[in-house]
């Protein structure tokens, strides 16, 4: 059973810039799209990023083109999502999300997370003067 791990998370002010990585273990990312996908406090979640399983297609949420960049590395069976300029509006858990093979019709225009199968536990990001 595939399990996902987010990590990199933390406080940083704004401007700054994260970099969270999602590793899988008992299985391959090879066969997956990976998403990222973030609730902030008293918000509901929202799809932030997708990439196909061989990184021919990435997606993005309008809120954050131009400032995160999702990657793959599938031999390190690891997906990044690269964060710059953060602003508090980017306060949230951010997880790590799969679906088979490609961003899906809802994944891929960030309309929705019901096409991801399997989720990680999640990581803390805080943007914060």
């Known amino acids: 059973q595939l399990q996902l791990v987010e990590s990199g998370g933390g406080l940083v002010q704004p401007g700054g810039t994260l970099r969270l990585s999602c590793a899988a273990s008992g299985g391959t990312l090879e066969n997956y799209a990976i998403g990222w996908v973030r609730q902030g406090p008293g918000k509901e979640r929202e799809g932030v990023s997708c990439i196909d399983s061989h990184a021919a297609s990435t997606y993005y949420a309008d809120s954050v083109k131009g400032r995160f960049a999702t990657s793959r590395d599938n031999a390190a069976n690891t997906v990044y999502l690269q964060m710059d300029n953060l602003t508090p509006d980017d306060t949230a858990v951010y997880y790590c999300?799969?679906?088979?093979?490609?961003?899906?019709?809802?994944?891929?225009?960030?309309?929705?997370?019901?096409?991801?199968?399997?989720w990680g536990q999640g990581t803390q990001v805080t943007v914060s003067s």
């Open positions: 999300a799969a679906e088979f093979l490609v961003c899906g019709p809802t994944t891929a225009t960030m309309a929705g997370t019901d096409g991801y199968d399997i």
